[in-house]
C-alpha cells in the first residue's frame, strides 16, 4: 500500500489501524521471508484472520455495498451456535481446485482422509457432519463453495481452525491447489479442525446486469454482480449486501482489457432487479425465448425480483465517495450522503 493511501485510510477515522501482517509475522519467526513474499491480494485475508488479536471478526471485501449493518450478523442463530458465518458461490463444476482428481478421488476427501490431525492435537481420523456430507463441495457436483466476499469469525470459539487456516495458506496451497484464491481456505479449515462452521442457508443471488441487458433478453436470468440476503430462515427476505466492483469502477475489468469482457461484468450503471432468494442451486435453464450464451456468472432460470428502494441511494452514495477519492477530493469522505429513501 502506498504512503499516500495510508494516510488517506488513517484520516478518514481516528480508530483506523494499518497493519503489515507479513513484516510482522517474518519479524516474529512465524513466517519466513520468501513465503511472506508470495502473499498478494487474496491471500491477505486468511493470513490477516489468522494474525489479527481482534476476537471477532469479519473479512470484506472494498467492493461490498452494504444495505443493512453487517454488524447484525452476529445477533443470527448460525453465528451464535457456531461462531462462523460464510456465504456460498454459484454452483460451478469443474475439475479443478478442490474438485480435482487425486488418488482415484477428489482432492477435499484426500485432504479430509489424509490430513494429520495429531499435528495439531486433534483425534485422528476423519469427521464427516452431515451438513458437509450433503454439500456440493463434499459430493463431487462443484468446485466452488465459498463466496468470501464477506467472512465472519469469532476466533475465540474457533478450536483449531487458526493453526489448521495457517497451514493450508503457507503450506499445503503450493503443494497442490485447493481454492480459486482465498475463498475455500476459510470453510476448509474448520472441516479439517473438526470444528462446526456455519452457511448461509440461501444460495447466492445475483443482480440485473443493465449494461448486458438482462430483463431485455432474458428476464429470468440475470448476470451481474453477486448479492446475498440475510442468513435467516424468515418470511421476509432482506438483501444484505451487493459484492460488484463493476457497481463502482467505470473500468472492473481493467483498461488493459476493454473491450475484451463481455457485456455483463462490465460497469453496471443502473440495476434494478436482483436474484429472489432461493436455496443453492445449480443452473436451470432459461424461460424465455433468448438462444444465445450465457457467461459463467449467470443464475439461469433464477428470476428477477425488484432491489430494495433503499440500494439505489446507497450505491449511489459509494459512487461519491469512489469518485471523490479517484478524483483527490478527500472531502467527499466527510459527509454521510443520506438521501430520504435510506433507512
Given amino acids: 500500500m502506498s504512503a499516500?493511501?495510508?494516510?488517506?485510510?488513517?484520516?478518514?477515522?481516528?480508530?483506523?489501524?494499518?497493519?503489515?501482517?507479513?513484516?510482522?509475522?517474518?519479524?516474529?519467526?512465524?513466517?519466513?521471508?520468501?513465503?511472506?513474499?508470495?502473499?498478494?491480494?487474496?491471500?491477505?485475508?486468511?493470513?490477516?484472520?489468522?494474525?489479527?488479536?481482534?476476537?471477532?471478526?469479519?473479512?470484506?471485501?472494498?467492493?461490498?455495498?452494504?444495505?443493512?449493518d453487517p454488524a447484525v450478523l452476529r445477533t443470527t442463530e448460525g453465528y451464535q451456535r457456531t461462531g462462523t458465518t460464510f456465504f456460498y458461490d454459484r454452483v460451478l463444476w469443474s475439475k479443478e481446485w478442490f474438485n480435482q482428481d487425486v488418488n482415484n478421488t477428489s482432492y477435499l476427501k484426500t485432504l479430509l482422509n489424509g490430513f494429520d490431525y495429531a499435528a495439531f492435537a486433534l483425534k485422528e481420523g476423519a469427521h464427516i457432519p452431515e451438513y458437509l456430507e450433503r454439500?456440493?463441495?463434499?459430493?463431487?457436483?462443484?468446485?466452488?463453495?465459498?463466496?468470501?466476499?464477506?467472512?465472519?469469525?469469532?476466533?475465540?470459539?474457533?478450536?483449531?481452525?487458526?493453526?489448521?487456516?495457517?497451514?493450508?495458506?503457507?503450506?499445503?496451497?503450493?503443494?497442490?491447489e485447493f481454492s480459486y484464491g482465498d475463498k475455500e481456505s476459510f470453510w476448509i479449515a474448520f472441516a479439517l479442525a473438526k470444528q462446526e462452521y456455519f452457511f448461509s442457508p440461501w444460495g447466492p443471488s445475483v443482480i440485473e446486469s443493465s449494461r448486458n441487458e438482462d430483463m431485455k433478453k432474458h428476464a429470468d436470468s440475470l448476470c451481474g454482480s453477486l448479492a446475498h440476503f440475510m442468513p435467516v430462515k424468515d418470511d421476509t427476505p432482506e438483501l444484505l449486501y451487493v459484492n460488484g466492483k463493476a457497481l463502482l469502477d467505470p473500468f472492473p475489468e481493467g483498461l488493459q482489457n476493454r473491450?475484451?469482457?463481455?457485456?455483463?461484468?462490465?460497469?453496471?450503471?443502473?440495476?434494478?432487479?436482483?436474484?429472489?432468494?432461493?436455496?443453492?442451486?445449480?443452473?436451470?435453464?432459461?424461460?424465455?425465448?433468448?438462444?444465445?450464451?450465457?457467461?459463467?456468472?449467470?443464475?439461469?432460470?433464477?428470476?428477477?425480483?425488484?432491489?430494495?428502494?433503499?440500494?439505489?441511494?446507497?450505491?449511489?452514495?459509494?459512487?461519491?465517495?469512489?469518485?471523490?477519492?479517484r478524483m483527490d477530493v478527500l472531502s467527499v469522505l466527510d459527509s454521510c450522503y443520506a438521501f430520504d429513501e435510506m433507512t
Fill in 135 to 176: 454439500s456440493y463441495a463434499y459430493k463431487g457436483e462443484a468446485s466452488h463453495e465459498q463466496d468470501s466476499s464477506l467472512v465472519v469469525v469469532d476466533k475465540s470459539r474457533s478450536g483449531q481452525a487458526m493453526a489448521v487456516l495457517f497451514w493450508l495458506i503457507t503450506v499445503q496451497r503450493f503443494e497442490r
Fill in 4 to 68: 499516500e493511501n495510508r494516510a488517506m485510510l488513517l484520516g478518514s477515522d481516528a480508530r483506523v489501524e494499518v497493519v503489515d501482517v507479513c513484516t510482522d509475522l517474518v519479524d516474529r519467526g512465524v513466517l519466513k521471508r520468501e513465503t511472506a513474499e508470495k502473499f498478494r491480494s487474496w491471500w491477505l485475508k486468511p493470513l490477516a484472520l489468522y494474525h489479527t488479536d481482534i476476537a471477532e471478526v469479519m473479512l470484506m471485501d472494498v467492493d461490498d455495498v452494504f444495505l443493512k
Fill in 259 to 325: 473491450g475484451k469482457a463481455s457485456a455483463n461484468v462490465l460497469y453496471n450503471p443502473t440495476p434494478s432487479y436482483v436474484t429472489p432468494r432461493q436455496n443453492r442451486r445449480p443452473n436451470g435453464g432459461t424461460s424465455t425465448s433468448y438462444g444465445g450464451e450465457f457467461p459463467m456468472e449467470c443464475l439461469i432460470g433464477f428470476g428477477a425480483t425488484p432491489l430494495p428502494s433503499s440500494f439505489a441511494p446507497q450505491l449511489l452514495r459509494r459512487r461519491m465517495y469512489y469518485l471523490g477519492i
